[in-house]
């Protein structure tokens, strides 16, 4: 039997597209690109605070697997000033669906 295991590449954005400006829409465009050009040894993720039915259905349309931090079902919603929670929650969520990431990504966030 072979390793079947892909690697991730994983973008975490405040939304999928241009919704909230410019870094969204190039995260977007950079996870649909990839997915379009890499082999298929791996799985393209992006990762936002509250995505939609839609939003799902269209990276899904582009092979990459557009994960919702909140469930698209329920009214409330994450804001960015929650990081703390959010950063918790995407670790939840990674641990759950691959078995967790090998490094979590930083970046310096500014409020």
Not at 7 to 13: C, K, N
Request: proline share 4%; charged share 25%.
């Amino acid at each position: 039997m072979g390793n079947d295991k892909k690697d991730l590449i994983v973008f975490v954005a405040t939304a999928w597209g241009p919704t909230y400006g410019g870094i969204n829409a190039f995260n977007a465009d950079i996870a649909k690109a990839l997915a379009e050009i890499l082999p298929s040894k791996y799985h393209i993720v992006c990762i936002t605070l509250n995505a939609d039915y839609n939003e799902i259905a269209d990276a899904k349309n582009s092979k990459v697997t557009l994960l919702s931090i909140r469930n698209p079902e329920k009214k409330e919603k994450y804001e960015l000033h929650q990081v703390e929670q959010i950063v918790k929650a995407v670790k939840k969520l990674t641990e759950r669906l691959f078995g967790g990431l090998d490094t979590m990504p930083q970046q310096d966030i500014l409020l």
